[in-house]
């Protein structure tokens, strides 16, 4: 007897009589709770925000407890400091830290001792020194701060909206306004603004970071993925798309290099504005630092302090507790900041022995490991949790069972009404409000059923169907063979073949645009109908399921991340507004009255995730690069 495993509501909550078919029903009373991503993805515990009561080192300096193994020649020794840190910068005499949370800054000398601690204001995300002042730039308002060496506040200056970025060219001072899409030129001596450039070619390009080479500017555009070269008039020069997400910069003489944060790698661009090649670092890296021989680069998710060479091999590797964030080098040490808790590192005799660094490993999922996964199904009184891909027509389930290679249909007694056998290979279907469509990738067709199961046509296709989608008037499908999005009328005439991300396992049509998520690099395809605009979005870790909501009118995409056990919130424009962490092995997403649905077949648990989590726009965070989440 064929069991059919599924978890009803309402409707279908209905056991069979004895010698029917057998139904496994589980109502859901568990609990259905909410856990949001803290948007400050340096955010951790309350406890981690308990300023230290004193400024001793947290291992005395003549004897420091080394981090690392024995014989490992590198050491790492831990100071406190007065609170979570995400920038440093060094004066020639004195390390500066800028702590995001309380607003303020720390003076700190060469021996790890907190010398004084300043109050500014706005949350200071980034700092830089231009020979005789320390330049702040905070996050959350529209300002830029100069400090004296004594940490007097000697000028409040207006610059655009969330600058996330700063620096001097021997001049003046840059700032670049992730919120205004521009980067601004500011006098050293007055604070006033000289210019204002603008960057990027989208609607929010986001200049996040800045680097400048002794002859041209460069910014980094972190929600366009871009880099931009700029002259000192403004002008762009180029545009450069290295890859996802550059979040820092640093020119070693004679390239330029760029941190990918959400491809866990560093790119390098020759100065010709060529990418040369891109290399692979420890998982979460936030920032590179060239100390004249050496590159290096600090991950926040695995814990990192990596050394590079300058043709980007990673040489040797150290580990720092808690959320490794920004470093410094003062001439002859590596300074690192803390993002969890109030501590500073000190890494000496840097040019020692490192660890061994650890291969670096990518987790990929079968097609059948993923095809066997549960699936959500929803009606208007309620949903539950099918192990088959399912649909449901008035009083009439449809169960696609693979393994049989047969469409099973079932009344809500649970009683079998009709068994339809495929020949080729079962794998999804759809209901257009007339007849159910059926892709089958092993037979490259897509059939046409009615709505009480008898067959009707089958239309060879180009490639081999897995998912399909109704847009308008005629049937999208993707396929994992070739990674290609297609369509079909419904009378069999065979349209445009597109080719988009790696491994696409679902599609998408919001009203607007055709998406897809695939999983194999980690993005998602957006396409207009006529195909004439084609743009990639990095997500999540193996995108699975992909979901529009309009709870606001304009719409948002909804994608569920297998790999690294996420839910990730997009503008229509590719834009991340929230990341929801969820319990490893959330297979499935659906919507139902307002509310995001996911189940999780190993706790067999279904979660609710409200439709305004991230808020409706960018505007309604203050921190807004959700790309990595608190573990």
Not at 319 to 344: C, H, I, Q, R, Y
Not at 424 to 432: P, T, Y
Request: charged share 25%; net charge negative.
């Amino acid at each position: 007897m064929l069991r059919y495993n599924l978890i009803v509501y309402q409707k279908f909550l209905t056991i069979p009589k004895k010698g029917k078919q057998d139904f496994m029903l589980k109502k859901n009373t568990l609990p259905l709770f909410i856990t949001v991503l803290c948007l400050i993805a340096f955010g951790c515990s309350s406890s981690e925000n308990e300023t230290p009561k004193t400024e001793k080192p947290l291992t005395t300096n003549t004897s420091p407890k080394s981090e690392i193994i024995p014989d490992n020649n590198v050491k790492a020794v831990p100071y406190a400091v007065k609170g979570r840190s995400v920038d440093i910068e060094f004066d020639g005499t004195h390390i500066w830290i800028a702590h995001y949370e309380d607003s303020i800054i720390s003076k700190v000398d060469l021996e790890g001792k907190t010398i004084g601690t300043y109050e500014v204001q706005g949350e200071p995300i980034k700092l830089t020194f231009d020979g005789e002042f320390i330049w702040v730039a905070h996050f959350t308002e529209p300002i830029v701060t100069k400090l004296n060496l004594n940490g007097e506040i000697v000028g409040v200056h207006a610059t655009g909206e969330s600058p996330g970025g700063i620096f001097r060219d021997g001049e003046d001072i840059w700032v670049a306004n992730g919120m205004s899409n521009y980067i601004s030129k500011i006098s050293r001596d007055t604070g006033e603004t000289l210019a204002e450039y603008p960057v990027g070619g989208g609607e929010m390009p986001g200049p996040y970071a800045m680097e400048f080479d002794g002859e041209n500017l460069w910014v980094a555009n972190y929600f366009e993925n871009t880099v931009e070269r700029l002259n000192l008039q403004g002008e762009v020069i180029q545009t450069i798309m290295p890859g996802f997400d550059p979040v820092s910069l640093e020119y070693d003489g004679k390239n330029l290099w760029v941190v990918l944060v959400d491809e866990d790698s560093v790119a390098l661009i020759d100065n010709e504005g060529e990418i040369e090649s891109v290399h692979p670092v420890p998982n979460g890296p936030r920032q590179i630092l060239f100390d004249e021989k050496s590159l290096w680069v600090v991950s926040f998710d695995e814990k990192k302090l990596s050394r590079l060479d300058l043709n980007g091999k990673v040489e040797g590797e150290i580990s720092l507790d808690g959320g490794p964030w920004a470093m410094e080098f003062d001439g002859e040490n590596l300074w690192v900041v803390d993002s969890t808790s109030p501590k500073l590192w000190k890494i000496t005799n840097k040019d020692g022995q490192l660890n061994e660094p650890k291969p670096i490993n990518e987790k990929y999922y079968s097609l059948n490991e993923i095809e066997s996964l549960p699936h959500i199904v929803t009606t208007d009184q309620g949903f539950f949790s099918s192990p088959y891909p399912s649909i449901i027509i008035e009083d009439t389930i449809w169960l696609s069972i693979r393994e049989e290679q047969r469409i099973v249909l079932i009344d809500a007694n649970g009683e079998e009404k009709k068994s339809i056998k495929i020949d080729g290979e079962l794998s999804d279907m759809k209901f257009d409000g007339n007849f159910v469509w059926v892709s089958d990738p092993k037979e490259r067709s897509i059939s046409k059923y009615t709505s009480d199961g008898s067959f009707v046509a089958e239309y060879d296709v180009s490639s081999r169907p897995t998912k399909i989608e109704f847009v308008e008037n005629n049937i999208w499908f993707i396929s994992t063979e070739d990674d290609s999005l297609s369509w079909m009328t419904k009378s069999g005439e065979i349209g445009e073949v597109y080719q988009i991300g790696g491994w696409p396992l679902d599609i998408l049509y919001d009203g607007k645009y055709v998406w897809t998520s695939n999983s194999r690099d980690k993005t998602v395809t957006r396409i207009t109908l006529d195909g004439e605009e084609l743009k990639k979005y990095r997500v999540g870790d193996t995108p699975i399921q992909i979901l529009f909501s309009d709870y606001h009118g304009e719409g948002h995409i909804w994608v569920l991340n297998y790999g690294d056990n996420s839910l990730m919130k997009l503008t229509r424009y590719g834009m991340r507004l929230a990341v929801v962490s969820l319990s490893k092995g959330s297979s499935d997403l659906a919507s139902f009255q307002g509310k995001i649905i996911t189940y999780n077949p190993i706790t067999e648990e279904f979660k609710e995730v409200s439709a305004e989590i991230g808020g409706e726009s960018m505007e309604n965070n203050k921190w807004r690069e959700p790309s990595r989440f608190t573990k």
